[in-house]
């Protein structure tokens, strides 16, 4: 594993999707939690366009302030003669939907591109004003894809464990030398800075309490009666709470498969993290994965939000499930696509990749594919 700091500059799987977008008379909303790289993804593709740029940073009260319920007229003295406006962090801007209708709307010849951090801000204001005038992307962490298109198979494999533990923040990648300080800020900082500018979180403690219970139970299905036992609190806050981490881009749900089976589990629901290195921040555990009781958890963690960030990347639309049943039989993940399945279940040790799946899954829902996924074959499932 490399231990001294390197510049990776990694080419993003949304630059060439960005870039073909250009200039269709619609807005490119770029969306993700804060430090996945947004800004920088923005600025290179201004940079590549070689077009005359204005670059408006929200979190700048002043230009806040610009563009908080403008109007025609001044909408046109601030873009002026710009070819490309790109606005930062724009959930910080009220009505910023209205704003960016307008700009769409009288001025075709300018392309908008746009960030922001919080899909719960973001998505409230420009989901109507925007409808048929937006293109809509997510960036994640850095992607299993997107590292070994830029730095090798060799590379990618020498930084698996590293990504087990710190995580895939570019800055936490760039910098693995200070991993543990970097993903840490980001846990402790980043991560809630949205979180606490939305009126419906009343008491940040208990999201900080939430967090740590959920990353004690990735892997495992959770209760939210048990979670409001747990942080001091109740249900209904728990599930809210919940609904806004994964809207922020911190955590995501799978709900259980239910079908066919009478023994299936009908209500059961799992919390995954984005991000092994927040999970792992927010605990303060860090130790090699030789050392570890949760080595497991943490590869079905890695593989599944993997997974999810390769089919977002290529356009692969898909329901994501757990299949568990009354006896105990589970599988981690479950794909589904155009009404066909496909089954994968995480193993780290490699010895066990020729476990089979469970056979009432198999003769029930007949999946096109049933992967057993270890470290020798992941690439098979999340390049």
Same mark, same amino acid.
């Given at each position: 594993?490399?231990?001294?700091?390197?510049?990776?500059?990694?080419?993003?799987?949304?630059?060439?999707?960005?870039?073909?977008?250009?200039?269709?008379?619609?807005?490119?909303?770029?969306?993700?939690?804060?430090?996945?790289?947004?800004?920088?993804?923005? *600025?290179?593709?201004?940079?590549?366009?070689?077009?005359?740029?204005?670059?408006?940073?929200?979190?700048?009260?002043?230009?806040?302030?610009?563009?908080?319920?403008?109007?025609?007229?001044?909408?046109?003295?601030?873009?002026?003669?710009?070819?490309?406006?790109?606005?930062?962090?724009?959930?910080?801007?009220?009505?910023?939907?209205?704003?960016?209708?307008?700009?769409?709307?009288?001025?075709?010849?300018?392309?908008?591109?746009?960030?922001?951090?919080?899909?719960?801000?973001?998505?409230?204001?420009?989901?109507?004003?925007?409808?048929?005038?937006?293109?809509?992307?997510?960036?994640?962490?850095?992607?299993?894809? !997107?590292?070994?298109?830029?730095?090798?198979?060799?590379?990618?494999?020498?930084?698996?464990?590293?990504?087990?533990?710190?995580?895939?923040?570019?800055?936490?990648?760039? *910098?693995?030398?200070?991993?543990?300080?970097?993903?840490?800020?980001?846990?402790?900082?980043?991560?809630?800075?949205?979180?606490?500018?939305?009126?419906?979180?009343?008491?940040?403690?208990?999201?900080?309490?939430?967090?740590?219970?959920?990353?004690?139970?990735?892997?495992? !299905?959770?209760?939210?009666? !048990?979670?409001?036992?747990?942080?001091?609190?109740?249900?209904?806050?728990?599930?809210?709470?919940?609904?806004?981490?994964?809207?922020?881009?911190?955590?995501?749900?799978?709900?259980?498969?239910?079908?066919?089976?009478?023994?299936?589990?009908?209500?059961?629901?799992?919390?995954?993290?984005?991000?092994?290195?927040?999970?792992?921040?927010?605990?303060?555990?860090?130790?090699?994965?030789?050392?570890?009781?949760?080595?497991?958890?943490?590869?079905?963690?890695?593989?599944?939000?993997?997974?999810?960030?390769?089919?977002?990347?290529?356009?692969?639309?898909?329901?994501?499930?757990?299949?568990?049943?009354?006896?105990?039989?589970?599988?981690?993940?479950?794909? !589904?696509?155009?009404?066909?399945?496909?089954?994968?279940?995480?193993?780290?040790?490699?010895?066990?990749?020729?476990?089979?799946?469970?056979?009432?899954?198999?003769?029930?829902?007949?999946?096109?594919?049933?992967?057993?996924?270890?470290?020798?074959?992941?690439?098979?499932?999340?390049?």
């Amino acid at each position: 594993m490399p231990t001294k700091d390197n510049a990776i500059m990694i080419t993003r799987s949304l630059l060439s999707v960005v870039q073909g977008r250009m200039y269709q008379g619609k807005a490119i909303i770029v969306v993700g939690a804060r430090q996945v790289g947004k800004s920088t993804l923005l *600025h290179h593709i201004v940079e590549k366009s070689g077009q005359d740029a204005l670059i408006l940073d929200c979190d700048d009260p002043t230009t806040r302030s610009l563009l908080t319920n403008a109007n025609t007229e001044r909408l046109q003295a601030i873009v002026a003669n710009h070819r490309i406006v790109m606005i930062d962090e724009a959930q910080m801007v009220p009505n910023i939907g209205v704003t960016l209708k307008l700009i769409v709307d009288k001025r075709p010849d300018v392309q908008l591109l746009v960030s922001g951090s919080s899909a719960l801000e973001l998505r409230s204001n420009i989901n109507e004003p925007l409808t048929g005038r937006k293109f809509e992307y997510q960036l994640y962490p850095i992607s299993s894809s !997107e590292l070994i298109a830029d730095k090798g198979l060799v590379y990618l494999m020498q930084t698996l464990e590293q990504r087990l533990i710190y995580g895939s923040y570019p800055d936490v990648l760039n *910098h693995q030398a200070s991993a543990r300080e970097l993903i840490t800020n980001i846990a402790e900082s980043y991560l809630y800075k949205d979180l606490l500018s939305i009126e419906q979180v009343r008491k940040p403690i208990l999201i900080q309490k939430l967090l740590v219970a959920l990353a004690l139970q990735i892997g495992s !299905e959770v209760s939210y009666n !048990e979670l409001a036992q747990t942080i001091g609190s109740d249900s209904k806050t728990v599930e809210k709470y919940i609904d806004l981490l994964e809207k922020c881009y911190v955590i995501f749900r799978l709900n259980a498969l239910s079908r066919n089976m009478r023994t299936e589990l009908k209500k059961g629901k799992k919390v995954f993290f984005y991000d092994n290195g927040v999970r792992n921040a927010l605990l303060q555990n860090f130790q090699p994965l030789d050392m570890r009781s949760d080595t497991g958890a943490l590869w079905e963690n890695f593989v599944i939000s993997e997974r999810i960030k390769r089919n977002h990347y290529m356009g692969h639309l898909a329901n994501y499930y757990f299949w568990r049943t009354t006896e105990q039989q589970e599988i981690d993940l479950i794909e !589904e696509h155009d009404g066909q399945f496909s089954a994968f279940e995480m193993k780290w040790n490699p010895k066990k990749a020729n476990a089979a799946l469970p056979k009432p899954f198999m003769d029930n829902y007949s999946p096109t594919s049933a992967t057993i996924v270890t470290p020798d074959n992941f690439l098979e499932v999340v390049g």
